[in-house]
């Protein structure tokens, strides 16, 4: 089955700064890759995802790649705000008939004022 | 159109019990998952289903839990005769399809 690791487990980040998460996945077979957001004591929430034929994608200042050859994904988050401090996690997802997700252990990222 | 929901939000049982966690999909969502999180960790696939069929139940533990999703209703999640490592916080996702998944809030499950 699939096992996706994900680094670094805490991310302390100036506000303003940028902050990257990194992903490794295992099995070559998945073929889409959300990232997920939880602030402390709420649900996960979508905030990007990518599939295997794109190499990477962007919406304002949240942005993904993959790199298929390496099984890595990344999230990059650019002028980071307070508001930014929360849990991410990243998923993937194998190209079968399950549809489940395997997450990361997931990053603890807070952004100081 | 209103997201996943989950009752309840907070549920408490003792030792042996019975807990039962109701998820509704979003309206036009077929497929529904359940996952567990534990306090500071990922969350873990527990199942899959469509409705009245179990399609993918890899993650869940062979002996008391059980799943379903009837034709009418919510899909339920079944802990039986509960012990204290059973404690954590439920998700049901759903999703139209083999798409992206949408989270409902969650139940606590506190064992006593």
């Known amino acids: 089955g699939e096992n996706v690791e994900q680094h670094p487990s805490t991310l302390s980040v100036q506000e303003g700064d940028s902050a990257v998460i990194k992903c490794t996945y295992s099995?070559?077979?998945?073929?889409?890759f959300p990232w997920y957001k939880q602030e402390l004591g709420k649900r996960p929430q979508l905030i990007i995802d990518i599939r295997s034929n794109v190499g990477e994608k962007k919406d304002q200042r949240i942005a993904v790649t993959l790199n298929k050859t390496a099984k890595h994904f990344s999230l990059h988050i650019t002028e980071t705000q307070p508001e930014d401090s929360a849990v991410y996690f990243c998923a993937a997802r194998e190209n079968n008939a399950g549809n489940m997700l395997t997450f990361g252990g997931g990053t603890r990222l807070m952004v100081k004022p | 159109n209103a997201g996943v929901m989950q009752n309840p939000r907070h549920l408490v049982r003792r030792r042996g019990q019975e807990a039962r966690l109701r998820c509704s999909p979003m309206k036009g969502h077929s497929h529904v998952y359940w996952y567990r999180q534990l306090p500071e960790e990922g969350l873990k696939f527990m199942v899959y289903l469509q409705k009245e069929n179990i399609i993918d139940e890899s993650g869940m533990p062979k002996e008391r839990f059980s799943a379903e999703f009837p034709k009418e209703g919510p899909s339920i999640l079944r802990i039986q005769q509960v012990v204290r490592g059973d404690s954590a916080a439920y998700f049901c996702?759903?999703?139209?399809?083999?798409?992206?998944?949408?989270f409902g809030p969650g139940t606590r499950l506190t064992v006593l």
């Open positions: 099995d070559s077979a998945s073929n889409y």
């Open positions: 996702a759903s999703s139209p399809g083999q798409s992206e998944q949408f």
